[in-house]
């Protein structure tokens, strides 16, 4: 399958601090997504990047579709115990023989500190 | 009812029993999805249901037998499985195949002893 590489692998962060995490890929997706996994639950979608170039914004995070179409960002300002957890990038087709497929990154896991 | 519901929410079987996991969802969807989730690892597709026919099956083991008896259900017949089936085992489903908006259930946690 298609191969997302995230990074970085895991983070340890104070409290207050801001966050940055991206992924790359080899091929082209025509959606980016970012989602995030607390323990025990199914992923949460957070952003969702339609266009090369987009820049979105949910509270205080941001993510950007690279013009490139390959690769997004994800960034999360001042960090709070909450936003511990697992964060996946996800790429989309929507075309093709692998319509419906997310290919996911293998994950950032985020740490906070009070 | 903006949820995926996943039933029961833990599953401890044996190498010779017979299980099925259970989603619903009442959002209207037509869509829906079996993934599975080792630990620290993403999610795995296994199979993709399109208007209650299957659409894709990820060269999954017979073992596992996916089943869509309405578009509001979704079952995972387990027979025979190995200790390292044992993983998280998630739902989603979205409006149709090919929208991204999928919606996750909170997973059946399955241990195969």
């Known amino acids: 399958g298609q191969q997302l590489n995230q990074s970085p692998q895991s983070m340890f962060i104070q409290e207050g601090e801001d966050v940055s995490m991206n992924c790359t890929s080899s091929?082209?997706?025509?959606?980016w997504l970012w989602y995030k996994q607390d323990p025990g639950e199914g992923p949460v979608l957070l952003i969702a990047?339609?266009?090369?170039?987009e820049l979105t914004s949910n509270g205080r995070l941001t993510a950007q579709f690279g013009i490139t179409r390959k690769d997004s960002f994800l960034n999360i300002s001042a960090s709070i115990p909450s936003d511990v957890g697992i964060y996946f990038c996800?790429?989309?087709?929507?075309?093709?023989?692998?319509?419906?497929?997310?290919?996911f990154g293998r994950g950032t896991q985020l740490t906070v500190w009070p | 009812d903006t949820e995926v519901t996943q039933t029961p929410k833990h599953l401890v079987m044996g190498m010779t029993n017979k299980k099925s996991l259970k989603c619903e969802q009442h959002?209207?969807?037509?869509?829906m999805y079996w993934y599975k989730q080792k630990a620290k690892k993403p999610p795995e597709l296994m199979f993709v249901?399109?208007?209650?026919?299957?659409?894709i099956n990820e060269s999954v083991p017979s073992r596992f037998s996916p089943e869509c008896p309405n578009s509001s259900l979704l079952n995972l017949h387990l027979h025979a499985l190995q200790p390292e089936d044992s993983a998280l085992y998630l739902c989603?489903?979205?409006?149709?195949?090919?929208?991204?908006?999928?919606?996750f259930g909170s997973g059946t946690r399955l241990t195969v002893v």
């Open positions: 091929s082209i997706f025509n959606t």
């Open positions: 990047l339609y266009k090369a170039g």
């Open positions: 249901y399109s208007y209650e026919k299957l659409s």
């Open positions: 989603a489903s979205s409006p149709r195949q090919g929208d991204y908006g999928y919606t």
């Open positions: 959002m209207g969807h037509r869509a």
């Open positions: 996800a790429g989309h087709h929507d075309r093709g023989s692998t319509l419906g497929r997310l290919y």
